[in-house]
């Protein structure tokens, strides 16, 4: 299994390169809502304050996630995925997407927030610890959605059912998230923190661990 992840992420490149549309698409929606948002705010009222700028900005990054992760397995066609049943094992399949996920998402992510702190402002007192919550969110929010995109795919609707079974844990997730980088906007210290931060890891392995236990099923069927 382990040989097989870095070829099958290699593989994700690949074909994310092959339809750069995709990632292009992707930054220009994270430019036209960060411009929406300045129009709507910023451009208005020319302040604004530091919970609607957090809030606002995780609020875009999450839209993205869904946008971003919900073609995970759908765009692949189905003679493709069996041909995969024949060569991998399914933990090989769903961590390389974590993995590939998560890289996507972290690099949205940071050019998302130099974007934003750009234009909106940047009123963050603890910029560290705000790229910790940037990059553990990020990989949370890939994990989860990488999960419930590869159970959805075996039903019809599948971007409304992967939105639907991900609300759950993704819940607890945001609310971790949000209070670590609200202690960054009051600038308080990464050594404060070490609890919601270590919640927040361990919650990312178990979704991560699950996810190599619960897939070889859906795999299967």
């Keep these: 299994m382990l040989g097989h992840i870095p070829v099958l992420v290699k593989k994700e490149m690949q074909m994310e390169w092959r339809q750069r549309y995709a990632i292009q698409g992707l930054l220009l929606?994270?430019?036209?809502?960060?411009?929406?948002?300045?129009?709507?705010?910023?451009?208005?009222?020319?302040?604004?304050?530091?919970?609607?700028?957090?809030?606002?900005?995780?609020?875009?990054?999450?839209?993205?996630?869904?946008?971003?992760?919900?073609?995970?397995?759908?765009q692949e066609p189905s003679q493709r995925?069996?041909?995969?049943?024949?060569?991998?094992?399914?933990?090989?399949?769903?961590?390389?997407?974590?993995?590939?996920?998560?890289?996507?998402?972290?690099?949205?992510?940071?050019v998302g927030i130099v974007f934003y702190s750009w234009v909106m402002g940047n009123p963050v007192g603890n910029m560290p610890l705000y790229l910790l919550s940037i990059i553990l969110g990020s990989i949370g929010l890939a994990s989860t959605l990488s999960l419930m995109a590869g159970i959805a795919a075996q039903a019809e609707n599948s971007a409304t059912l992967m939105a639907v079974l991900s609300f759950p844990i993704i819940i607890p997730l945001l609310l971790l998230v949000l209070k670590i980088s609200k202690s960054a906007m009051d600038g308080i210290s990464i050594q404060e923190n070490w609890d919601e931060i270590a919640l927040l890891g361990a919650l990312n392995t178990i979704v991560v661990v699950l996810s190599g236990i619960l897939f070889p099923y859906i795999w299967r069927h």
Excluded: D, R
């Design 81 to 110: 995925n069996l041909f995969y049943y024949t060569l991998v094992s399914p933990e090989a399949v769903i961590y390389s997407k974590i993995i590939y996920n998560s890289l996507i998402m972290i690099s949205v992510s940071l």
């Design 29 to 74: 929606y994270l430019a036209s809502t960060i411009f929406v948002c300045y129009l709507s705010f910023k451009a208005k009222q020319h302040t604004i304050n530091s919970i609607t700028w957090n809030t606002l900005f995780w609020i875009i990054i999450l839209f993205i996630a869904i946008n971003a992760i919900g073609k995970s397995f759908t």
